[in-house]
């Protein structure tokens, strides 16, 4: 069975930085390529950034580019998101996921964890 839990999340001031972490369980994590997801309340889920199985190629939304850093550790089963200068509009439940954008069918997710960013 699949399982990504996620951790790291909190409040944060605007301009500041968090690093999320997802540990991944019950299927070949290396195998697969894989994505943070993120869902603003009363808004769909959004695509935020994935990374390949080698962790060589990494690709991100453009509301994130440049602010967020996607990682992998194959040897621990973990992905990573660093966030820094985060914005009130980065505020959302971030995802954890498998595949390049979290969002198809065959996709598995996590539980969440709260990002809030707020003076």
């Known amino acids: 069975e699949v399982q990504l839990v996620e951790s790291g999340g909190g409040l944060v001031q605007p301009g500041g930085s968090l690093r999320l972490s997802c540990a991944a369980s019950g299927f070949s994590f290396g195998s697969y390529d894989m994505s943070w997801v993120r869902q603003a309340p009363g808004k769909g889920p959004e695509w935020v950034a994935h990374?390949?199985?080698?962790?060589?190629?990494?690709y991100y939304a453009s509301a994130v580019k440049g602010r967020f850093t996607i990682s992998r550790d194959n040897t621990n089963n973990s992905l990573y998101l660093e966030m820094t200068d985060l914005k009130p509009e980065d505020s959302a439940v971030y995802y954890c996921a498998t595949g390049r954008t979290g969002l198809a069918d065959e996709d598995h997710w996590g539980q969440g964890t709260l990002v809030a960013v707020s003076s």
């Open positions: 990374v390949s199985r080698s962790g060589l190629s990494r």
